[in-house]
């Protein structure tokens, strides 16, 4: 959710991801659930809308350098010591730094939750996929992660600290 690029998407699917993002905030501010801001090294800070919300939340804000927030070591340990197993993940871009963060975690034995409303696809690149008749990234999704059709399904899953760690921001959310 950083500005550079939250320009890369199209404006009805940034006002969803936000206003999406806003709820669950408030939910994980609710249960005291942890949220890490993962943002790429040198391009700003978080959108500023999700940054004033996170004020009282449990969050920790990790720098990245490459794709997936797996790339950053503090984000790792962070992991390990809280001993978190569940990531729900929003953010840019569906179809790279998501992608990218999902797809390691999935690696790294983590179960990835996340739904097509809590991701946004950087237009350019997710168009071309559609114009090809190819939606693998979706699909992607579908096979191995915990995809919800929309941020509502949510409700189904026990939302509790020790259950679940929602990652923000590189994800630049919540």
Avoid at 16 to 35: A, D, E, F, G, H
Wanted: charged share 20%; aromatic share 10%; with cysteine.
């Amino acid at each position: 959710m950083q500005e550079p690029f939250m320009l890369q998407v199209e404006k009805s699917s940034m006002d969803t991801i936000i206003s999406n993002q806003k709820k669950l905030i408030s939910i994980c501010k609710m249960n005291r659930i942890p949220i890490a801001v993962v943002e790429y090294y040198a391009l700003g800070e978080t959108h500023h809308e999700i940054r004033s919300l996170l004020k009282g939340c449990i969050t920790k804000t990790f720098e990245k350098k490459q794709d997936s927030a797996f790339s950053s070591r503090e984000f790792i340990s962070y992991l390990k010591l809280g001993g978190i197993k569940n990531l729900l993940i929003s953010g840019l871009f569906g179809n790279a730094c998501v992608y990218a963060t999902s797809l390691s975690a999935t690696k790294n034995g983590y179960t990835v939750i996340t739904a097509e409303d809590l991701i946004a696809m950087n237009s350019h690149l997710y168009q071309e996929q559609k114009a090809s008749g190819s939606s693998q990234i979706i699909c992607w999704y579908k096979w191995n992660t915990k995809f919800l059709n929309s941020f509502k399904e949510l409700a189904r899953f026990e939302l509790k600290p020790s259950k679940i760690f929602h990652i923000a921001g590189l994800l630049r959310i919540f």
